[in-house]
C-alpha cells in the first residue's frame, strides 16, 4: 500500500469507565487515542476525521524524535493524557521540568487558574498585566480546545480520571521517595531467576556506584565486583542489606575469597576501609536526606493511589546533577523491571512507562547503568503489558538495540539531513525485520518538509505511514515548572508517611 494519509484507525480497548456510554465521539471511545488530524501528504490540508491510535500498539513501544521546536513535548502530554482518560497508569520521567504541565488542567477555563501559572515576562512582551494575560491564555485555551472538537468537559474527564502526583527524588520540592528502600532484596520470582537476580545485582550497584563516581565496569571494577557479591550474598538468602549493614560487611564480608582469590589478595582490608567512608561520607552528608525519606519507591504506588486509582507519576530529575540523575534513573528501571516480571501476561496495554529526554541512558557507544535495563523493559515489556515510549532529539542518542525494538515511531522536524538519514536507516532496519519495506523517496519528501506540531506517524501495525498534526492539548504548556512552582503544586495533597533511611539501621 502506497505511504500516505488514510482514514484514521479506532481503537478497540481500554482501561477506564470515562468513555463508555451511547452517543460518544468517535475519539471517546475505549483505547482510542485521539493524537491529532491526518494531513494530506501532496496538499498539506489537515482532515476533517481524528487520528486515532490503538492503545493495544504501545505494547511494541514507541520512539518520539524531533528537534527542539517540533512540538515533541506536546505530543508526549497528549499521549499521556490519552492513557489517563483511558484509566491507564503512566510513570513519567521527566528530566527538562515540562511534564509536570500535565497537573496544570483547568476544567473551567478561568483567567484565575491559569493566574498563578503565568510567566511576568512573557506578560511583559505582549505589553499585558499578569492578569491580563492570564484572561489571554484561558481564551487562546478555549478558543484552541474548540477547533480541535474538544470541549472543557474532556479536561473534568482527563483531571477524574487519574491521581496527578510530581515526584522529587532527592528534594522535598514535591513528593519526595525513599529510594533507598531500592536495596531491599527483589521478590522471589527474581531471586529464584539467575539471569534477572545478576541483571537486578548488576543495575543497583551501578547505579551506586554511579552516585559515587566509582568505576562501574562490572567485569574490571573490584569496588562493582565487591559490593556485588555482597548483596548476591545477602539476596540469595533474601535478606535486605541496608546502607549501614553494607558499610560494615564492606569492611568485614561474610566470605574470605573472591574468585580464585583470598580477599585480602583481591581487595585489602585498608582499600575496603576507604570504600567505606566513601559510602559512609554520603550518608553523612545533609543532603542525603532527602534520599531516604518520602514515599517509598514501590512500582504499585506509582501506578495506583491508595484509593486505587490509576496515576499520572511525574517524576522530575531536573534538579539532580548528571550523577544522581544515573543513579535514580537506574534505580528505577530496575524496580520496573522487578515490578514487570512479577505481574502476569497480558495482551492489552496495562501500564505505560514514559522517558521525555533519553539522551544519556541508552547511547550507542556507551554501556552507562540505565542502559541495560531499558533495553530489557523493551525486549520483554510487551508480554506483560508495559509499553514504553522515549522521546528524543536526535536518533543518534539511542542504542540501535533500543530503535529496533520500537513499533511506533513518531517523527517530527529534524534539525539536519544526516538526521533524517539515520531515521530512515534505522526505519529500514525495523521494515526489513517485519518483511516490508520502506518507501525511502517518500519519506524523505514527508520528512524534509515537516512544521512545527506535525508528525510522520510510522505504526509497524498499520499498513502504511501517516503525516499528522497533533491536537491541542488538555493541560497548559507553561513551560518546565520551577521549583516553588512544584512545592506549591504539592501543597495540597496530604503528606504520605515519612520514610527514614538514614538512620544507622537504615534499609536501603
Request: proline content about 7%; some cysteine; glycine content about 10%.
Amino acid at each position: 500500500m502506497r505511504p500516505g494519509a488514510r482514514r484514521a484507525r479506532r481503537g478497540r480497548r481500554g482501561g477506564g469507565p470515562h468513555r463508555e456510554g451511547e452517543n460518544v465521539k468517535e475519539y471517546e471511545k475505549l483505547g482510542a487515542f485521539y493524537l491529532g488530524r491526518p494531513v494530506e501528504p501532496e496538499t498539506g490540508a489537515v482532515r476533517a476525521e481524528p487520528l486515532l491510535y490503538d492503545a493495544k500498539d504501545l505494547t511494541t513501544h514507541g520512539v518520539i524524535l524531533g528537534m527542539t521546536g517540533s512540538g515533541k513535548t506536546g505530543l508526549g502530554v497528549g499521549l499521556i493524557e490519552e492513557a489517563a482518560i483511558d484509566g491507564i497508569p503512566v510513570i513519567a520521567i521527566d528530566p527538562k521540568g515540562d511534564l509536570g504541565n500535565l497537573l496544570l488542567a483547568f476544567p473551567d477555563l478561568a483567567p484565575g487558574d491559569f493566574e498563578p501559572w503565568i510567566d511576568p515576562a512573557a506578560a511583559q512582551r505582549k505589553g499585558r498585566t499578569v492578569a491580563q494575560h492570564a484572561a489571554a491564555t484561558a481564551e487562546l485555551w478555549r478558543n484552541g480546545l474548540a477547533t480541535w472538537d474538544q470541549d472543557p468537559d474532556r479536561i473534568g474527564r482527563y483531571t477524574g480520571a487519574a491521581d496527578r502526583v510530581i515526584f522529587t527524588p532527592g528534594s522535598r520540592a514535591g513528593v519526595p521517595l525513599a529510594v533507598l528502600r531500592s536495596f531491599a532484596a527483589p521478590p522471589a520470582a527474581v531471586r529464584d531467576d539467575a539471569d534477572a537476580l545478576r541483571e537486578k545485582i548488576t543495575g543497583a550497584v551501578s547505579g551506586l556506584c554511579a552516585l559515587l563516581d566509582l568505576d562501574a565496569d562490572p567485569l574490571r571494577s573490584r569496588d562493582h565486583i565487591l559490593l556485588s557479591s555482597l548483596l548476591d550474598h545477602a539476596w540469595r538468602e533474601g535478606r535486605d542489606l541496608g546502607l549501614a549493614d553494607l558499610i560494615r560487611q564492606i569492611q568485614a564480608p561474610p566470605f574470605d575469597r573472591l574468585g580464585v582469590f583470598d580477599l585480602e589478595s583481591f581487595y585489602p582490608s585498608r582499600d575496603r576501609l576507604a570504600l567505606a567512608m566513601t559510602i559512609n561520607n554520603v550518608l553523612a552528608s545533609p543532603s542525603f536526606g532527602a534520599w531516604a525519606e518520602g514515599q517509598p519507591l514501590e512500582i504499585d504506588a506509582l501506578l495506583h493511589a491508595p484509593d486505587g486509582r490509576p496515576r499520572v507519576s511525574v517524576v522530575s530529575i531536573a534538579h539532580l546533577g548528571d550523577a544522581e540523575r544515573m543513579f535514580f534513573v537506574t534505580t528505577l528501571l530496575n524496580e520496573i523491571v522487578g515490578w514487570m516480571r512479577a505481574q502476569p501476561g497480558t495482551g492489552s496495554l496495562r501500564a505505560l512507562l514514559y522517558i521525555d529526554e533519553v539522551f544519556g541512558y541508552a547511547p550507542p557507544s556507551a554501556n552507562p547503568p540505565s542502559k541495560q535495563p531499558l533495553l530489557t523493559l523493551l525486549k520483554q515489556a510487551r508480554a506483560f503489558g508495559l509499553g514504553v515510549v522515549l522521546a528524543s532529539q536526535n536518533p543518534v542518542d539511542l542504542d540501535y538495540k533500543a530503535l529496533a525494538n520500537a513499533g511506533t515511531w513518531f517523527l517530527g522536524r529534524m534539525q539536519t539531513e544526516r538526521d533524517r538519514e539515520r531515521v530512515l536507516a534505522g526505519l529500514d532496519t525495523v521494515a526489513a525485520a517485519g518483511g516490508a519495506r520502506v518507501d525511502r523517496a517518500w519519506m524523505e519528501r514527508a520528512l524534509a518538509g515537516l512544521a512545527s506540531r506535525r508528525f510522520l506517524l510510522n505504526n509497524v501495525h498499520e499498513d502504511a505511514p501517516v503525516l499528522f498534526d497533533t491536537r491541542w492539548v488538555l493541560s497548559y504548556l507553561g513551560g518546565p515548572l520551577t521549583r516553588q512552582q512544584i512545592q506549591r503544586l504539592t501543597a495540597a495533597r496530604p503528606a504520605p508517611a515519612p520514610v527514614r533511611g538514614a538512620a544507622p539501621n537504615a534499609t536501603a
